[in-house]
């Protein structure tokens, strides 16, 4: 079984409706991330979380919401969905021992979005 | 200023030769983590290799290496023997800041087709 799972794989919407993208993990990882993938601009952080009660805006978090449920599951919500949040969100995790820097981040298998 | 800049956004390679992916990076602080992550056309992100800004030695995974020149603020990508499987996108991404403010952050990914 993945470790890091995401779901839907592939949505989706009209303009206006309110979307959540779900992220479940059994690495047992207290850090969790939600990016957001757009061709020619790589992979950009919408929002972050270090353990169940914390909560921090990335670099493009307006527009979007999310919920650290529990420290398996974080999910990400678009209240009212536009065209240009039309993009691949990836959900991801890491360890918080030992040297920081040095804790790769591991991706879930990706949320294709479409919003009309 | 950007902070990860990968200038290639195309490159063509005939198979079993090897190939060099270009990262130069940008940042004040003297711990960081530099990661190489491939994104076939399935969509998902594989770790592929990690170098510590205080590792002397150039990290190596199997046909990848990692080119790490310090003063340079460069971390290219080398793959030996390349293979038609490697054709994908590559991102390089760092990992920067202090406990509890670290972030990691993308390059724009260079797509590398490999030519039978």
């Known amino acids: 079984d993945a470790d890091v799972t995401q779901t839907p794989r592939n949505r989706i919407t009209k303009t206006g409706k309110r979307i959540m993208l779900e992220c479940s993990q059994t690495?047992?990882?207290?850090?969790m991330y939600w990016y957001r993938q757009d061709p020619g601009l790589g992979l950009r952080l919408i929002y972050y979380s270090f353990d169940v009660k914390d909560i921090n805006k990335g670099e493009i978090s307006d527009g979007y919401s999310v919920s650290r449920q529990a420290q398996a599951k974080f999910s990400l919500s678009l209240e009212s969905a536009i065209p240009n949040q039309t993009a691949l969100y990836f959900c991801?995790?890491?360890?918080?021992?030992?040297?920081?820097?040095?804790?790769?981040?591991?991706f879930g298998p990706g949320t294709r979005l479409t919003v009309l | 200023a950007q902070k990860i800049t990968q200038t290639q956004p195309g490159m063509f390679v005939q198979e079993k030769e090897a190939v060099t992916l270009d990262c130069t990076y940008d940042?004040?602080?003297?711990?960081?983590?530099l990661f190489w992550y491939k994104q076939p056309s399935s969509g998902e992100m594989i770790f592929l290799i990690y170098?510590?800004?205080?590792?002397?030695q150039n990290a190596t995974e199997g046909r990848y290496s990692l080119n790490f020149q310090k003063a340079r603020k460069s971390a290219n990508l080398v793959i030996s023997a390349s293979q038609l499987g490697d054709s994908a996108m590559y991102f390089c991404a760092m990992r920067e800041g202090n406990f509890g403010n670290e972030k990691l952050t993308f390059g724009t990914g260079t797509r590398l087709t490999i030519i039978p």
């Open positions: 991801a995790t890491s360890d918080a021992s030992g040297r920081l820097v040095d804790n790769e981040q591991f």
């Open positions: 170098q510590g800004s205080y590792d002397e």
């Open positions: 690495k047992g990882h207290d850090r």
């Open positions: 940042t004040s602080d003297q711990s960081y983590g």
